[in-house]
């Protein structure tokens, strides 16, 4: 099963990055706000869950 999370979802986020115990700062929801300021475009968290393992990629489309 994936996941594709919008960062306007910022609750969803960081309870993706809270389960899975990731504390950088380059996959919190805020960073990527401050980035898109820069770059603009669209923040995507895309996760997907195996059995018991659950990857996590950041996708900046724009």
């Not at 115990?21 to 195996?50: H, R, V």
Request: charged fraction near 25%.
């Amino acid at each position: 099963m994936y996941e594709l999370i919008a960062i306007q979802d910022r609750s969803r986020w960081q309870k993706i990055l809270d389960k899975l115990q990731i504390t950088d700062i380059y996959y919190t929801s805020q960073y990527f706000l401050g980035a898109l300021k820069l770059d603009p475009g669209e923040a995507l968290l895309f996760t997907i869950k195996m059995m018991m393992v659950r990857s996590l990629t950041l996708l900046s489309k724009g």
